[in-house]
């Protein structure tokens, strides 16, 4: 099982897939970095890989407190700063210079501090229905009222499992929700008590890495604080709306995710 041990007591897992072919020179190709949200897992990317470890590294990370990873005891000091730390550490120990980072829901929020703080350590960053303003929305205070109330899987199941497709096989919500459910509760209701005073609309502008921000077109994430606004305020992000999607896209639609990120990537690739 691949664990890095890292700096602050983090033992961080990862699954790492590649599948290029093996008599390309290792610098020819290229590491993708994808991110779990708040109560996921490196799990929850299942469907990525096969579409593009062919030509690419994958990285699939369990961040700390949350999947196969260390997981704080109560109190412990979370930040945005702390998680693209962590990731910073997990580059720094698989030797890995620059990358592509893609990261879902709060991941997301992550891979936008990561690219505030550590630019050249990044080729591209790419958010999935991904918030970058949390103050003021009463979404997470009733989050935190939940995971209370009914525990992290009661949240899940009340909010999760739902949002990831309307139209999902109800193997896969149920699957999404155990997944879910298997997160520590103090660990939720910790991450989500500081999320809620977070706000990164004023560094926005001041990331200047090839960005994407991805949404489903009929998803009701479609919302100021999330694609729209990122693509507004970023000097060089590219908003996607994925066709006929909806729910959090990465986990809907994943075919056409990653069509759209191939697509973007391209066109940075051309203009580099």
């Excluded at 799990?43 to 260390?70: E, H, N």
């Excluded at 149920?174 to 509760?185: D, F, K, L, V």
């Excluded at 809620?196 to 949404?215: C, D, F, R, W, Y």
């Amino acid at each position: 099982m691949p664990i890095a041990p890292l700096a602050g007591d983090l033992e961080m897992y990862y699954d790492d897939d590649n599948y290029t072919d093996p008599w390309r020179e290792p610098a020819s190709v290229e590491t993708i970095v994808l991110h779990h949200g708040n109560a996921k897992n490196a799990r929850l990317w299942y469907a990525w890989p096969p579409l593009l470890a062919r030509q690419y590294r994958v990285i699939r990370v369990d961040a700390r407190g949350f999947g196969r990873s260390t997981v704080p005891e109560p109190g412990y000091d979370w930040s945005l700063e702390g998680f693209a730390g962590d990731l910073r550490n997990l580059l720094d120990y698989l030797e890995l210079d620059k990358v592509h980072l893609i990261g879902e829901t709060i991941g997301g929020t992550i891979a936008l501090q990561f690219a505030y703080q550590f630019p050249e350590r990044l080729h591209t960053v790419t958010t999935c229905t991904s918030p970058y303003n949390f103050t003021g929305v009463d979404t997470y205070q009733n989050y935190h009222r939940l995971v209370e109330e009914e525990g992290v899987e009661g949240w899940a199941r009340a909010t999760g499992g739902r949002r990831v497709s309307a139209t999902a096989a109800p193997g896969h919500h149920e699957w999404y929700i155990q997944q879910m459910g298997q997160t520590s509760r103090h660990v939720v209701l910790e991450t989500l008590a500081y999320l809620g005073t977070q706000n990164l609309t004023e560094k926005l502008a001041s990331i200047h890495t090839p960005a994407m921000a991805m949404v489903g077109e009929l998803s009701e994430g479609d919302i100021p604080d999330r694609a729209q606004g990122q693509a507004d305020r970023m000097p060089n992000c590219t908003l996607a709306r994925v066709p006929g999607a909806g729910g959090y896209v990465q986990h809907s639609a994943p075919e056409k995710c990653v069509e759209a990120w191939m697509e973007f990537v391209g066109t940075v690739h051309q203009a580099g």
